[in-house]
Nanobody
């Protein structure tokens, strides 16, 4: 039974930084699993932000490239999203997601497992 639990969201001023964490259970990040961060703002579709493959290759959306980075801790089975220079348009619910695949992916429609989300508000 795969479970993903996000943490680290909150309110921050524009230009600030936030690090999101995702604790995974039921699989190992090193076991052929691709994981990623997605976000959904009110009235908008869910979009991929950053993803990391089982080989540690990454994909980052153009809208956040240079400001967001994704990483994982194999030992603790954690996934991170480091966000710097945040903008009001980054305000959204952020979700951790995973799928059994080797390569990273930013398409939310192909992810199999989802966390409940954590809110990030930038003002």
């Amino acid at each position: 039974h795969v479970q993903l639990v996000e943490s680290g969201g909150g309110s921050v001023q524009a230009g600030g930084s936030v690090r999101l964490s995702c604790t995974a259970s039921g699989y190992r990040h090193s076991s052929g699993v691709c994981a990623g961060w997605f976000r959904q703002a009110p009235g908008k579709e869910r979009e991929g932000v950053a993803s990391i493959g089982a080989d540690n290759s990454t994909l980052v959306a153009d809208s956040v490239k240079g400001r967001f980075s994704i990483s994982k801790d194999f030992a603790k089975n954690l996934l991170f999203l480091q966000m710097v220079n945040l903008k009001p348009e980054d305000t959204a619910m952020y979700y951790c997601a995973a799928r059994t695949a080797w390569w990273p992916a930013l398409n939310p429609d192909i992810m199999n497992y989802w966390g409940q989300g954590t809110q990030v508000t930038v003002s």
